[in-house]
Nanobody
Framework: EVQVVESGGGMVQAGGSLRLSCAVS????????WAWYRQTPGKERTLVAR????????FYIDSVKGRFTITKDNAKNTIYLQMNRLKPEDTATYFC?????????WGKGTQVTVTS
């Protein structure tokens, strides 16, 4: 059984930083492309950043480019999202999943709240 557990969220002032973690069990992440997604109430879950397994090429949406960094530790089967210079519009619940997402792999997410 695959389990995905996100952690590291919290409340932070604008300009602050958070590091999200995504611990995966039940499958090996190294050969999969993993991504972080986020969702706000009433809106669809959207892609934030993606890390391609074959060459570690990273993709970011424009609004987080230069502020967020996605990495992974294959030995720990964990994916990270370092978020710097946070903005109120980054407030959301953050999830990780492979890309394209497998509906069986969604975790509960971790809430990030950025205050102005």
């Amino acid at each position: 059984e695959v389990q995905v557990v996100e952690s590291g969220g919290g409340m932070v002032q604008a300009g602050g930083s958070l590091r999200l973690s995504c611990a995966v069990s039940g499958l090996t992440i190294w050969y999969l492309t993993w991504a972080w997604y986020r969702q706000t109430p009433g809106k669809e879950r959207t892609l934030v950043a993606r890390l391609r397994w074959m060459d570690n090429d990273a993709f970011y949406i424009d609004s987080v480019k230069g502020r967020f960094t996605i990495t992974k530790d294959n030995a720990k089967n964990t994916i990270y999202l370092q978020m710097n210079r946070l903005k109120p519009e980054d407030t959301a619940t953050y999830f990780c999943n492979d890309n394209p997402p497998d509906n069986e792999n969604w975790g509960k997410g971790t809430q990030v709240t950025v205050t102005s």
